[in-house]
């Protein structure tokens, strides 16, 4: 059996008794490749700590299906809940306006009628 381990190894890593020679040296010195290239691999994993796999990814991987095509359901599911969001801020931007707008109409409906009028003071003549 042959394991290709592709860390710092130009050609695959073979385990198998059959194909060690017969020579203690060999075994030895397959046995130290073998061991480094493992040790390769978990210094790799400390630089991949930071990678974060969905498990439902795992278990589409798991069941045999595409994960293509959960991709472009997680997508497509992203872009629906990004357009409500956009949706739900732009019906609030809107009601902000039409607040504000009414807020200044009933300003300027105050001001001018308080100004129209005229307050006549105790012992004035109109």
């Not at 050609?11 to 490749?33: D, E, G, Y």
């Not at 949706?87 to 902000?96: D, T």
């Not at 607040?99 to 308080?114: D, E, F, I, N, P």
Request: charged letters at 15%; one cysteine or more.
């Amino acid at each position: 059996m042959c394991v290709s381990l592709g860390v710092r190894v130009s050609q695959p890593v073979c385990v198998s008794h059959t194909s060690l020679p017969s020579h203690r040296f060999h075994r030895i010195a397959c046995s130290n490749k073998l061991t480094a290239c493992l040790a390769g691999l978990d210094d790799l994993k400390h630089q991949a700590s930071d990678v974060h796999i969905p498990m439902a990814l795992l278990d589409v991987v798991e069941a045999g299906a595409n994960p293509d095509l959960f991709l472009r359901d997680l997508v497509q599911t992203l872009t629906d809940k990004n357009q409500k969001s956009n949706g739900r801020v732009q019906s609030i931007r809107v009601s902000s306006r039409l607040s504000r707008l009414s807020h200044l109409s009933h300003l300027r409906s105050t001001t001018t009628s308080t100004s129209t009028s005229t307050t006549t003071l105790p012992g004035t003549q109109q």
